[in-house]
C-alpha cells in the first residue's frame, strides 16, 4: 500500500475528533526488547544481506529530500543521526557513512533538523497547526506521543507496506508492546541511540566492594538472585559516616553510601520497575492501571526500608545540576563516594579517565522467584513516526525502513563494540550484564500516555522518606488516572 496525502488531512483530522487508537490483543506486556540478534551479541544473525539490499533498496528517489526532524543530544546520550562530516572518531564516522550510502542507495538527499528535547514539541505544535510540510519522518519524545496521536497528528505506521517491522533491525517486542488494535504510531529501530543509551542500569564499584571482602554479584545475577535482598546486604556493608558525624551530605565529607539515586524520577520508579511492579499495563490489548495488588504493596514496602536516608543506605542527589556538579547522585558514584548507582547506559562514556574499577549490573528483581530481569528506557526516548503533514508517505516509510536498516549493519555494530564494550566497559562480565540488560527492556506505559506523573512524584517521597504509606495515595489518584486510560481505551 503507498499513501501520498496532503497537509490538509491534518486539519479535517482536527475537525473530527482525532485518529482511533481504540485498543485490542497485542503483545506480552512482559517482553523485553530482544536484542539477542543485534551485530555483537552472542546469537548470530541469521539473514542474507544481498536479500536484505534487494528489498529495501528496491527503487530510489531522484534527488529529493529525506527530512528529519530530531532532537539534540542530551545528558551525554546521542541523539543526532547524520554528523555531516567525517572527524576520525570511530562512531561519528560510521554514522557519516550510514548516512551517506542511505543518499547514494535510495538516490536522495538527507536534511536532519535537531532542536532541543525541551523545545521540541512546541516545535512540533507550530508546523502541525500551520500543516506545514517540512519533515518526512519526526523522531517523537515517548512523553509527548500521547497528545500528539490524540490530536490525529501520526499515521499508523502498520498502514505502510514499507516497513519490515518483522526483521531485526526493528526493536520488534517493543513495538508489538506498544501495537493496539492494529495501529502502531511510533516504532523503535536501531537508528536512534538513545534507545539503548538511555536505558536505566546499576553500576558497581568493585574495589569498593573488594576493600570490604566482599563478592562481586555477577554470580548472583547468572544464579537468579540478583534481588533486592541480596541489594541490602551490600548497601550495609557499604554506608559509613567515616568521620563525618551524620549522612548528610557535604562537598568534601568522608560519609560513604550503600547507592546514589535521583532525588527525582530517575530513581525509586526504576527500582519499581525492576522489581516487575509497573502503574500501567497493556492487558489483552487495554490499557489497565494494574498497581495496587498484594505484591505492589509488598514490593513498595521492600524499597521503603532498604533505599532510607538516614543509616546511609542511599544519597539521594540533586537532578537540577550538571552529572558533574558536587552533590549531584552521579558525581557521588564518580568520587567513589557510592558503592552503587542507578542511571542510563550512556554514563559509561564518562567512565573513561576512573582509576577505580566498575562494573554494569541489571537492576535487581524483587526476590528469586521473579522470572526476569528489567529495564525500561529515558521516559523521553524519541521514537520514528510519520506526521500526517508528510506529502509522500511512501518516501517517508522506505526511507525510514532503509536508514533503521542501514543503521543496524554499519553503526550499531561500532557502537556496540566500540562505544560501549572497548571504552565504556571494563570487564567480561560487564559485557555479559549489558546482553542482558538489552534483552529485557520494557516500555513504560506512563511515561508514553503521561499518565500518573503526579502520583509516581508523590509515592517517590513517601519511599525516599522510608513510608510506605502509597495505599491512600493511590485512591487519591486512581480515578484521575483511569479516567485519562479511558479517553485513550476509548478512542475511535
Request: charged share 20%; hydrophobic share 40%; glycine share 4%.
Given at each position: 500500500m503507498r499513501h501520498r496525502r496532503t497537509a490538509s488531512l491534518l486539519f479535517t483530522l482536527l475537525c473530527v475528533g482525532g485518529f482511533m487508537i481504540a485498543c485490542a490483543e497485542s503483545g506480552d506486556p512482559g517482553t523485553g526488547i530482544d536484542m539477542t540478534d543485534a551485530p555483537g551479541a552472542d546469537t548470530p544473525v541469521q539473514t542474507n544481506a544481498a536479500d536484505d539490499d534487494s528489498y529495501v533498496f528496491g527503487e530510489t528517489f531522484g534527488g529529493t529530500q529525506f527530512r528529519i526532524l530530531n532532537t539534540?543530544?542530551?545528558?551525554?546520550?546521542?541523539?543526532?543521526?547524520?554528523?555531516?562530516e567525517q572527524n576520525g572518531e570511530t562512531l561519528n564516522d560510521a554514522q557519516f557513512l550510514t548516512c551517506r550510502t542511505l543518499e547514494e542507495k535510495l538516490e536522495l538527499t538527507l536534511t536532519e533538523t535537531n532542536i532541543h528535547l525541551d523545545e521540541i514539541q512546541a516545535h512540533i505544535n507550530k508546523i502541525l497547526t500551520a500543516g506545514d510540510d517540512v519533515y518526512d519522518i519526526i523522531y517523537m519524545p515517548t512523553q509527548y506521543l500521547?497528545?500528539?496521536?490524540?490530536?490525529?497528528?501520526?499515521?499508523n505506521l502498520l498502514d505502510f507496506q514499507e516497513f519490515t517491522f518483522d526483521r531485526e533491525w526493528w526493536m520488534q517486542s517493543y513495538n508489538e508492546a506498544i501495537t493496539m488494535n492494529g495501529v502502531l504510531f511510533a516504532a523503535e529501530g536501531y537508528s536512534?541511540?538513545?534507545a539503548i543509551d538511555s536505558l536505566n542500569i546499576m553500576y558497581c564499584?568493585?574495589?569498593m566492594m573488594a576493600n570490604r571482602g566482599l563478592e562481586k554479584p555477577y554470580s548472583l545475577v547468572r544464579?537468579?538472585?540478583?534481588?533486592?535482598?541480596?541489594?541490602?546486604?551490600?548497601?550495609?556493608?557499604?554506608?559509613?559516616?567515616?568521620?563525618?558525624t551524620t549522612f548528610d551530605w557535604t562537598s568534601g565529607g568522608t560519609a560513604l553510601y550503600g547507592i546514589s539515586l535521583a532525588d527525582a524520577y530517575q530513581g525509586i520508579p526504576f527500582m519499581l520497575f525492576g522489581a516487575d511492579e509497573r502503574l500501567l499495563e497493556m492487558q489483552k490489548g487495554v490499557l489497565t492501571l494494574t498497581a495496587g495488588d498484594a505484591r505492589y504493596f509488598e514490593v513498595v514496602s521492600k524499597l521503603a526500608s532498604i533505599l532510607t536516608k538516614a543509616n546511609g543506605n542511599t544519597y539521594y542527589g540533586i537532578c537540577n545540576a550538571d552529572d558533574g556538579d558536587d552533590g549531584h547522585w552521579i558525581y557521588a558514584f564518580e568520587h567513589e563516594r557510592a558503592m552503587f548507582m542507578v542511571t542510563e547506559l550512556c554514563k559509561t562514556g564518562r567512565m573513561r579517565d576512573?582509576?577505580?574499577t566498575y562494573g554494569i549490573l541489571p537492576l535487581p528483581k524483587f526476590d528469586e522467584a521473579q522470572e526476569k530481569y528489567y529495564t525500561t528506557t529515558f521516559n523521553r526516548n524519541p521514537l520514528i513516526t510519520i506526521p500526517v503533514t508528510a506529502p509522500d508517505t511512501h518516501l517517508a516509510?522506505?526511507?525510514?525502513?532503509a536508514l533503521t536498516y542501514l543503521s543496524y549493519e554499519m553503526m550499531y555494530p561500532v557502537f556496540r563494540e566500540t562505544t560501549l564494550e572497548q571504552k565504556g566497559l571494563r570487564n567480561e562480565e560487564s559485557i555479559e550484564m549489558l546482553d542482558l540488560i538489552l534483552q529485557n527492556s520494557v516500555p513504560d506505559f506512563s511515561a508514553v500516555?503521561?499518565?500518573?506523573i503526579n502520583y509516581n512524584e508523590q509515592v517517590r517521597l513517601e519511599v525516599q522518606s522510608g513510608s510506605d504509606a502509597v495505599a491512600s495515595i493511590l485512591e487519591k489518584h486512581r480515578l484521575e488516572m483511569e479516567k485519562a486510560i479511558e479517553v485513550i481505551n476509548e478512542q475511535e
Open positions: 539534540e543530544d542530551i545528558y551525554s546520550m546521542h541523539a543526532k543521526i547524520d554528523p555531516e500521547n497528545q500528539n496521536i490524540t490530536l490525529g497528528a501520526l499515521y536512534h541511540l538513545m564499584n568493585e574495589d544464579n537468579g538472585a540478583w534481588t533486592l535482598d541480596a541489594l541490602h546486604t551490600y548497601l550495609k556493608a557499604a554506608a559509613s559516616m567515616n568521620s563525618d576512573k582509576d577505580y516509510a522506505a526511507a525510514a525502513d500516555y503521561s499518565i500518573g
